[in-house]
C-alpha cells in the first residue's frame, strides 16, 4: 500500500482574496486612492507568497546567534542573523513598510490616510515577515518620535532619512530599550541614569532587560536625567547608536562593533518570535543623544513612540489572524475526513465561521487605530487625539487576546500536523502569544484606559461613535440597532460611575472586563459603519460580532451557513 501524504496547498493571494480589505481601502481611500494603491499591494502580495514566504522559512530554522569574542579574544558582541531575516528587512525597506506615512509623494497622494495604506502594507507583510514587522514597528515609532518638532534638527537629520529610507542599503530600523529587570511595566522604578556631557550629547548607565530588534542601528532608551528625581514622568527618551560607526566615541573598532559602552549580555530563549533577536543590554557610559528637552519631564514624550507601536501591534494580530485563517481554510478545503471533504462538515464550518468573524472584527479595529492615527499626524485633528489616545489601548489589548484564542483554533483545525514543528504551524500560536504582552499586558492597558477615561474624559469621543452607529445599524438591522444601543447605554452608566470614584476597587478590579466590553462595542460600531457604506460582509459580521461579544450568543448555525462570505 502507497504511503499517503497529504497534499497542503498555499492560500489565496493576501491581497486579491481579502474582499474586506480591499473594500475597507475602497471606502477610506476612495476609487481613484485605492486605485493609486494597488499596484504597489498587488507587488507586495507577490513578494510575501515567493521569496518571502522562503524567506520567513529561512529566518524561523536559523535563528539568530550571539558571537561574543572574535577569534583573538576581542570582545564583539556580534549578533549574527539569517539570509531570511536580512530579505525581510531589504523587503521592508524597498516596498516603504515604516517609509510610506512620511513621503512627501505618499502624503500628497492621499493625505491622512497614508496610514490606512501602511495599514494595509503590514496586514499584508506582517504575518509571514518572522516578526521582522516588531522592528519595523520600533523604527516607525523611532520615525514618530524624532519628527516631533522639540526633537533638535540635527538629530532628527541625521537619523530620520535612515529610518525612512527606501533604499535597502541605507534604511535602519531602532530598538526600543526601556524595561528593566526591577520594575518590567514599572517604569518609575527604572535605575538608567543619563549623564550629560561637555559636548552636548550624553552618557547612559543603566541594565536594560527586553531590548527587541537588538541588532538595529540605534534604540530609543528611557533613563532618568541626572538630579531628576524619582518616578516615571521625569524619564527622557535617549537616542543610543547600537554600533561603533555611529558613535563619536569609537576609535579604531570595526563599524559593526558594538558602540563603546554597550554590552550584549544574552539573547532571550523565548517561546516565539525565535528569528528576532532580543536580548538583555548593559550601558556604561553609552553614548546617547536626547529627544527632546530632557529637563523637561518626558515620558509623554515617549508616549508618542508607544502609540505607534501599540497600533502596530493590533495590525499583527490582525493580520496574523487572517493569515492563519486562510491556511486554515485552504486546509480544510483539500482535507477529507468521514469520507468527505473537512469543509463540507457543519462543524468544522461553523468553527472557521466563528473564527473569520473574529479576524474581521480585528482587522476593523486595527485599521481604525491607523485611521485616527493618520488624521492626528497630517491634520493635527483634536477630535482623533481625543479617540487616539483610549483607542490605541483598546486595539492593542483586544486583538491581542483575540489573535492568541484565534491561534489556538488554527492549530487545533490541522490535528496532530498542527502540533509538529516542521509544519509551521505552531509558530502560530507561539508568535502570538507575543502580542497580548509586549507594549503592555491586557491589564496593564486595562489601567491605562481607566486614566483615559477619568483623567481626559476619553469615553465622551467613543460613546458618540457608538450613538452615531446605533442610527446608522437600524436600517440594517433593528435587532442590531438594539443590541448596540444596550450596549452603548450600560457602557455610559459604568464610565460615570467609573469617573465618579475612579480608586475604588471595585473600579480597579473590573477595569479588564471594562475594557474588553468598550472594545468589543466599538469593533461592531466600526462594522456597522462599514456596512453602511456598503460592504455585505461587514454586515453579516457586525451582526455575528454583536451577538458573539456582546450579546453573548452562540452563532455556529449562522457561521457555518456564511462560511464562503467570511472567509
Known amino acids: 500500500m502507497s504511503r499517503f501524504v497529504q497534499p497542503v496547498p498555499p492560500p489565496a493571494d493576501p491581497y486579491a482574496g481579502?474582499?474586506?480589505?480591499?473594500?475597507w481601502l475602497e471606502r477610506h481611500l476612495g476609487p481613484a486612492g485605492h486605485a493609486a494603491t494597488k499596484g504597489r499591494l498587488a507587488d507586495l502580495a507577490a513578494d510575501v507568497v515567493g521569496p518571502l514566504r522562503a524567506a520567513h522559512a529561512d529566518a524561523e530554522a536559523h535563528p539568530p546567534t550571539l558571537v561574543r569574542y572574535d577569534p583573538w579574544g576581542a570582545r564583539v558582541d556580534r549578533i549574527d542573523t539569517s539570509a531570511g531575516w536580512q530579505a525581510q528587512r531589504e523587503a521592508a525597506a524597498r516596498h516603504a513598510v515604516v517609509a510610506l506615512p512620511y513621503l512627501p509623494d505618499a502624503r500628497g497622494t492621499w493625505g491622512a490616510a497614508a496610514r490606512v495604506v501602511q495599514h494595509a502594507l503590514l496586514h499584508l507583510y506582517g504575518p509571514e515577515s518572522a516578526t521582522f514587522s516588531c522592528?519595523?514597528?520600533?523604527?516607525?515609532?523611532?520615525?514618530?518620535l524624532l519628527s516631533m518638532p522639540d526633537v533638535d534638527a540635527g538629530i532628527r537629520d541625521a537619523w530620520l532619512p535612515r529610518l525612512i529610507s527606501t533604499d535597502p542599503a541605507t534604511a535602519i530600523t531602532s530598538g526600543q530599550w526601556m524595561t528593566?529587570?526591577?520594575?518590567?511595566?514599572?517604569?518609575?522604578?527604572?535605575?538608567?541614569?543619563?549623564?550629560?556631557?561637555?559636548?552636548?550629547?550624553?552618557?547612559?548607565?543603566?541594565?536594560?532587560?527586553?531590548?527587541?530588534?537588538?541588532?538595529?542601528?540605534?534604540?530609543?532608551?528611557?533613563?532618568?536625567?541626572?538630579?531628576?528625581?524619582?518616578g516615571s514622568r521625569v524619564l527622557a527618551p535617549f537616542?543610543?547608536?547600537?554600533?561603533a560607526a555611529d558613535s563619536p566615541l569609537a576609535t579604531s573598532a570595526a563599524p559593526d562593533a558594538p558602540a563603546p559602552g554597550v554590552t550584549v549580555h544574552r539573547l532571550k530563549d523565548k517561546l516565539g518570535t525565535r528569528a528576532l533577536p532580543t536580548a538583555e543590554i548593559g550601558l556604561h557610559d553609552a553614548y546617547a543623544v536626547p529627544l527632546g528637552d530632557p529637563a523637561v519631564p518626558g515620558l509623554v514624550r515617549a508616549m508618542t513612540l508607544v502609540v505607534v507601536t501599540r497600533v502596530h501591534n493590533a495590525a499583527a494580530a490582525a493580520g496574523g489572524m487572517r493569515r492563519g485563517l486562510a491556511y486554515a481554510?485552504?486546509?480544510?478545503?483539500?482535507?477529507h475526513v468521514a469520507g468527505g471533504a473537512l469543509v463540507s462538515s457543519p462543524l468544522h464550518r461553523a468553527t472557521l465561521g466563528t473564527l473569520g468573524v473574529d479576524a474581521a472584527g480585528a482587522f476593523a479595529l486595527a485599521g481604525h487605530a491607523f485611521a485616527l492615527l493618520g488624521r492626528v499626524e497630517v491634520g493635527a485633528d483634536p477630535e482623533a487625539a481625543a479617540e487616539l489616545r483610549i483607542?490605541?489601548?483598546?486595539?492593542?489589548?483586544?486583538?491581542?487576546?483575540?489573535?492568541?484564542?484565534?491561534?489556538?483554533?488554527?492549530?487545533?483545525?490541522?490535528?496532530?500536523?498542527?502540533?509538529?514543528?516542521?509544519?509551521?504551524v505552531p509558530r502560530?500560536?507561539?508568535?502570538?502569544?507575543?502580542?497580548?504582552?509586549?507594549?503592555?499586558t491586557t491589564n496593564v492597558l486595562a489601567l491605562d484606559v481607566l486614566r483615559a477615561l477619568t483623567r481626559e474624559d476619553a469615553g465622551a469621543p467613543l460613546l458618540s461613535r457608538l450613538a452615531a452607529a446605533v442610527d446608522l445599524a437600524r436600517p440594517l438591522s433593528p435587532a442590531l440597532a438594539d443590541t448596540l444601543a444596550t450596549a452603548t447605554a450600560q457602557l455610559g452608566e459604568t464610565i460615570a460611575a467609573v469617573t465618579a470614584n475612579p480608586g475604588a476597587e471595585a473600579v480597579l478590579a473590573g477595569a479588564r472586563g471594562l475594557a474588553l466590553r468598550l472594545a468589543y462595542a466599538l469593533t461592531t460600531a466600526l462594522l456597522v459603519e462599514h456596512a453602511a457604506w456598503g460592504d455585505e460582509q461587514a454586515e453579516l459580521v457586525a451582526r455575528l460580532w454583536a451577538r458573539r461579544w456582546l450579546r453573548h450568543e452562540e452563532i455556529a448555525e449562522d457561521a457555518h451557513h456564511h462560511l464562503d462570505l467570511l472567509c
Do not use: H
Open 18 to 23: 481579502d474582499a474586506l480589505l480591499r473594500s
Open 135 to 144: 522592528p519595523v514597528a520600533m523604527a516607525d515609532g523611532a520615525a514618530a
Open 180 to 230: 528593566e529587570a526591577q520594575g518590567g511595566s514599572d517604569l518609575g522604578r527604572s535605575s538608567t541614569v543619563g549623564r550629560p556631557a561637555a559636548d552636548g550629547s550624553w552618557r547612559l548607565t543603566g541594565e536594560k532587560w527586553f531590548c527587541s530588534a537588538a541588532d538595529a542601528a540605534m534604540a530609543v532608551a528611557l533613563a532618568r536625567p541626572e538630579g531628576a528625581g524619582r
Open 239 to 243: 537616542l543610543v547608536p547600537r554600533y
Open 329 to 335: 481554510r485552504a486546509y480544510a478545503d483539500v482535507r
Open 391 to 424: 483607542v490605541a489601548p483598546l486595539a492593542k489589548l483586544a486583538t491581542g487576546r483575540l489573535a492568541v484564542s484565534s491561534a489556538s483554533e488554527y492549530v487545533e483545525s490541522f490535528g496532530g500536523a498542527g502540533y509538529v514543528e516542521d509544519t509551521g
Open 428 to 440: 502560530l500560536l507561539r508568535d502570538a502569544q507575543v502580542l497580548p504582552i509586549w507594549e503592555g
